[in-house]
Every structure is written in structure tokens, then in C-alpha cells.
Antibody, heavy 116, light 112 residues
Framework: QVQLQQSGAELAKPGSSVKISCKASGYTFTSYYISWIKQTTGQGLEYIGYINTGSGGTNYNEKFKGKATLTVDKSSSTAFMQLSSLTPDDSAVYYC?????????WGQGVMVTVSS | DVVMTQTPPSLSVAIGQSVSISCKSSQSLVYSDGKTYLHWLLQSPGQSPKLLIYQVSNLGSGVPDRFSGTGSQKDFTLKISRVEAEDLGVYYCVQATHFPNTFGAGTKLELK
């Protein structure tokens, strides 16, 4: 069965970076993109962008350019998202989701907390 | 970005009731290929979102036919017939016609 297993919760200091992972199983990894979504109580669900897992090509929501960097390791069927120059506004749950025409399978989410 | 407006923000229902949720977009969601990329998600308490309906009216894998979706252009509706306890949670519409995908604010379905 399709599964997206994300890495564990992160506690980070303002100004630092975190890199979270999303390991896929149960399907041909390079046949689907991986999208990333941010969820907060205040802003709801926000789409960060996606990575073409075959070519490594990316497309970012303008709002997250410079904040998020998406990469992929095809050999381990794992997608990564690095968040840089963290501020308290980056505190959120971050999801990865398998995507082609729609977000059909989601990871369990990673809670990132930015605090000094 | 396309703005997705969902109503109502919350619904209180009894088991067995039927309910409808509205989702309106600020732009037409018909893509250049003629298809409409409007989908519905359910986030059950403590869980990640799950795909319920894709492209307006197609049921996701394993989704019971108590769920149905209708609509076109800028106006869409999710209907749940005979609500069951497992249906409780927050429902989101999401459009993928225009980049970036944008989500409605959610409709929380609670037990009366």
C-alpha cells in the first residue's frame, strides 16, 4: 500500500535551518511528484510547492521562494524539504503528499517549532 | 492566487442526517484541457488530510458512496448522505487548476 513516512518533530532556534524527509513506499516513486503543504491554525493549509521526483525539477509558491528548498534522492525514494532562516512564523505542521493531478496520499506530518 | 471560500465554517449534525458544504472560487477552475481540478479532503481529528473526491465528482479510493460532489466553473458542493460517526472532522476544498494550489478554510463537521 502507498505510504509516505515523514521524519520526526523538530525544535529549532530562530535563524537556523531544518531538513525534513518524506520516504515513499508502495508505488513507483518517480511516477508521481511530491508536494509539500504547511498547516497552521491561523493560516490553514498553504501549498509550498512540488518536486518532480524523476527530473528533480521544482516549482515553488512565490510565498515560499527563499524559504523552502525541495530535493529528492531517487535511490532511497525519499523527498526532502529544507526550511531556512527560521522565524516563529515557520512554526507549523508540514506535510508531504503524493501528487499528479491531485494530492492523493499524505504523510503523517512533521511539527516544526521555532523557539529560542 | 485563487481564493477558495467555504461555507459554512462549521456544521452540527445528528448521525443519519444529510449535509452539504459549499465551496466557491474567485476564478473559473476549468483548465485548458477542459477538466476541472477541484478536490475535497477530509481531515479527521489528529490525522493528516485524506482525499475524498477528485475532479469535482470522482470518489477517492475506498471512499463510500455516501459522499458526492457536484459543481462547475466557480461553484461546488460536497454532499454527505446519512452522516456516520467516522465522517466527523474538517472538510477542505482545494483547487489545482491554477498554481499554486489553494485551499478553503475548512468546514468542521461535529456531532449534535
Amino acid at each position: 500500500q502507498v505510504q509516505l513516512q515523514q521524519s520526526g518533530a523538530e525544535l529549532a532556534k530562530p535563524g537556523s535551518s531544518v531538513k525534513i524527509s518524506c520516504k515513499a513506499s508502495g508505488y513507483t516513486f518517480t511516477s508521481y511528484y511530491i508536494s509539500w503543504i504547511k498547516q497552521t491554525t491561523g493560516q490553514g493549509l498553504e501549498y509550498i510547492g512540488y518536486i518532480n521526483t524523476g527530473s528533480g525539477g521544482t516549482n515553488y509558491n512565490e510565498k515560499f521562494k527563499g524559504k523552502a528548498t525541495l530535493t529528492v534522492d531517487k535511490s532511497s525514494s525519499t523527498a526532502f524539504m529544507q526550511l531556512s532562516s527560521l522565524t516563529p512564523d515557520d512554526s507549523a505542521v508540514y506535510y508531504c503528499a503524493r501528487s499528479k493531478l491531485f494530492l492523493d496520499y499524505w504523510g503523517q506530518g512533521v511539527m516544526v517549532t521555532v523557539s529560542s | 492566487d485563487v481564493v477558495m471560500t467555504q461555507t459554512p465554517p462549521s456544521l452540527s449534525v445528528a448521525i443519519g442526517q444529510s449535509v452539504s458544504i459549499s465551496c466557491k472560487s474567485s476564478q473559473s477552475l476549468v483548465y485548458s484541457d477542459g477538466k476541472t481540478y477541484l478536490h475535497w479532503l477530509l481531515q479527521s481529528p489528529g490525522q493528516s488530510p485524506k482525499l475524498l473526491i477528485y475532479q469535482v465528482s470522482n470518489l477517492g479510493s475506498g471512499v463510500p458512496d455516501r459522499f458526492s460532489g457536484t459543481g462547475s466553473q466557480k461553484d461546488f458542493t460536497l454532499k454527505i448522505s446519512r452522516v456516520e460517526a467516522e465522517d466527523l472532522g474538517v472538510y477542505y476544498c482545494v483547487q489545482a487548476t491554477h498554481f499554486p494550489n489553494t485551499f478553503g478554510a475548512g468546514t468542521k463537521l461535529e456531532l449534535k
